[in-house]
């Protein structure tokens, strides 16, 4: 069993494998992973959008991305895209899209969370929950996205009120599209206490590892994005990496 997704090129294609229901430019649903290369290790990615083909070679220069962009290929043709993964962060002028990857251990690291938080854990496909989780995004981030279908759905509540809520899948250990909390409850560490309450479910399940994927609005952060990368970092994940598109060679 894989510690974490970074440890090796077969650990990365097997969670790259998993995590296609998200939908986000480098996480489809994926119809092969195939790894090319050793030195940067290679990964060549194949999915269908609606009734067309659609590829991507994704570089994983963890470490030295300066070297590692020398051997990367740039527009190597029409419907095939070039993504490097990296703990550096690249030059704006390279990319188009650029998403952040957090990793954490089941085992702990987290900041103290908030101890007033009640925490309820609903199993895949329990209907109850989610006009709480529904109020809670869209008070945290302005819209509503249903929980994939393997998913637990977890609410934090205050006062038996519900202020926070995330979706935990078992089958690629990720937290499904990031922790939300009300806008007013805001700083409190209840964001914190979900995260904890994931991974202790992760670890239940028999994972070593949480994930949380970040898909930035734009090539620079927003404030959104500020804030919640600032949230994800703190709590001391295991690692920490940016999934970028580069733009295609003229």
Known sequence: MCVYPFESVDCFSGWLGSIGYLGVFWARSVASVEVVGGDPPVVFVRWRRGRRWRAAYIYLCLDGVENCLEGVGRGPGEGVAVLVVTRDVLPSGLYDRWSKVFIYSVDGGFLQPNGEVVVE????????PLRMVEAVQRSSWGFYVSPPRESYVLIAKMGGDPVGSAYYNPVSSNVDYGIHV??????????????VEAARLARRLGKNYLSVVRVLRGVRPTRSDVRAISFYRANNPLDEANVYRLVASP
């Not at 854990?121 to 109850?128: L, T």
């Not at 805001?186 to 995260?195: D, E, K, M, V």
């Open 121 to 128: 854990v609903y199993p895949p496909g329990e209907a109850e």
């Open 182 to 195: 009300a806008r007013p409850f805001w700083r409190r560490r209840i964001g914190t206490r979900l995260l």
